[in-house]
């Protein structure tokens, strides 16, 4: 019975030394929320500052903006198109675009007058032939050659606006001549600085270019490394004059590219995955354009007859508004299959391995930083022809880009207002006030 009664007073005893021992802490939890509040309160909570949207806060991270305005203008967007399908229907028909080349002979696309673009070509070749064997003198071959190149232009434009073929017919041609126009002009100088060259040392420098990676093989090293062993990599530099050659010539034309060289980079191979990806993309794209174009376009270009007729200003402005949503669209589409699609094939097909077609023009954040990245072979005719001749002659920058953004605005005019025989200055004049 003792050791019972000693147990409980052990055990009372213990129980409230650990009732004290809570008391304590929890005297001691009090404490310390009663000091967090009163440092809570006392604590500051106002700081000098500016406001995020001031000049002054440099703060710059508005891209939960940028997703807000993406939502809305896809709202906009489809809305746009609901309401284009409710009104008008589904006017997409593909079979009438090949009923209006079967129905008109004149609306294909100029084939004649593109096979005679090889005229001009061959004329310039034998020009250079001339030139080289001393047949004709420098001033003689150079005004030839102005003739010549003069005559690329003119001779199609005098024949579409007297046939008045189709406008799409019309374009392509158009296009095909220019691109003729602006390699010719190429090919003429670079010989003609090859030319003097060659006859000034007397010498001809030969060599072999450095081995090239294939655009497709350029992380594979041990495929790099075997097509190196097999020679597959390593191409017989060409030099003056065994580059006056019709292969060469047309291999030149052929290229996705406008400024002639005597040396283009090639890859070893056509890869036939890639090329059917961008054949694909070339022929879906397309369907997309010109169903866009029937549903979305040709509504409201009928519409916006009316309004232009009666010189309605403000339903003017409303339908060109209403066109700008899906001219953009387009405009965007365009670019991707003709900049990319197109030009990988035919980049493809010719093993030709300079692919810079564009550059980021859509991070632009200066109008020249646009115009230099958006079509780099253009870019680089510009700048390599027209710009850089002029700055070693003296002029100045100002003029330089006079002098280039009024080529652009005559080229534009040149394949827009002539199939369409629609001549407006302000067109022109718009494209030139952006220099």
């Given at each position: 019975m003792a050791t019972t009664a000693e147990e409980r007073k052990l055990l009372h005893r213990r129980t409230k030394s650990t009732s004290s021992v809570e008391d304590r802490e929890k005297i001691k939890k009090q404490k310390e929320a009663e000091k967090d509040r009163r440092e809570f309160y006392e604590k500051p909570i106002h700081f000098p500052s500016?406001?995020?949207?001031?000049?002054?806060?440099?703060?710059?991270?508005?891209?939960?903006?940028?997703?807000?305005?993406?939502?809305?203008?896809?709202?906009?967007?489809?809305?746009?198109?609901?309401?284009?399908?409710?009104?008008?229907?589904?006017l997409i028909d593909p079979v009438s675009w090949v009923t209006i080349f079967v129905a008109d002979p004149y609306n294909w696309p100029c084939?004649?007058?593109?096979?005679?673009?090889?005229?001009?070509?061959?004329?310039?070749f034998q020009l250079e032939i001339w030139l080289l064997k001393g047949w004709v003198s420098e001033p003689v071959g150079r005004a030839m050659h102005v003739v010549n190149c003069a005559a690329i232009l003119v001779f199609p434009a005098t024949v579409v606006l007297t046939v008045e073929p189709g406008p799409a017919g019309a374009s392509y041609a158009l296009f095909?001549?220019?691109?003729?126009?602006?390699?010719t002009v190429s090919y003429i100088a670079t010989n003609h600085w090859l030319r003097y060259q060659y006859k000034s040392s007397g010498q001809r420098k030969g060599g072999r270019r450095k081995p090239t990676k294939s655009v497709g093989d350029a992380g594979d090293a041990n495929g790099t490394a075997q097509n190196l062993a097999n020679g597959k990599l390593e191409t017989q530099l060409v030099t003056y004059p065994d580059n006056l050659a019709l292969k060469d010539l047309y291999y030149f034309m052929l290229f996705p590219t406008l400024c002639y060289e005597l040396n283009f980079p090639r890859t070893p191979r056509i890869r036939k995955r890639f090329l059917l990806k961008r054949l694909a993309e070339m022929f879906m794209l397309l369907q997309l354009m010109l169903g866009l174009i029937q549903q979305w376009i040709a509504p409201l270009l009928h519409n916006a007859i009316k309004p232009f007729v009666d010189m309605d200003?403000?339903?003017m402005v409303e339908r060109i508004m209403k066109l700008a949503i899906p001219n953009h669209f387009i405009w965007l589409i365009f670019f991707y299959w003709f900049f990319h699609s197109n030009l990988n094939v035919l980049a493809e097909i010719t093993?030709?391995?300079?692919?810079?077609?564009?550059?980021?023009?859509?991070?632009?954040?200066s109008v020249q930083y646009f115009w230099s990245n958006w079509n780099i072979p253009v870019y680089r005719w510009c700048k390599r022809h027209l710009y850089q001749p002029l700055m070693?002659?003296?002029?100045?920058?100002m003029f330089g880009q006079i002098c280039v953004f009024a080529t652009s605005a005559f080229f534009h005019e040149y394949l827009v207002s002539v199939?369409?025989?629609?001549f407006r200055w302000w067109a022109f004049m718009g494209?030139?006030?952006?220099v």
């Open positions: 500016e406001s995020l949207f001031s000049t002054g806060s440099g703060y710059n991270n508005y891209r939960g903006v940028l997703n807000l305005c993406i939502v809305l203008l896809v709202l906009t967007t489809s809305r746009v198109a609901l309401e284009n399908l409710i009104k008008y229907g589904i084939v004649i007058l593109i096979a005679c673009s090889n005229i001009f070509i061959l004329a310039s095909v001549y220019t691109c003729v126009f602006l390699k200003l403000p339903m093993q030709f391995a300079d692919r810079t077609f564009y550059r980021d023009w859509w991070n632009s954040e070693r002659r003296g002029y100045s920058r199939p369409l025989r629609m494209m030139l006030m952006q």
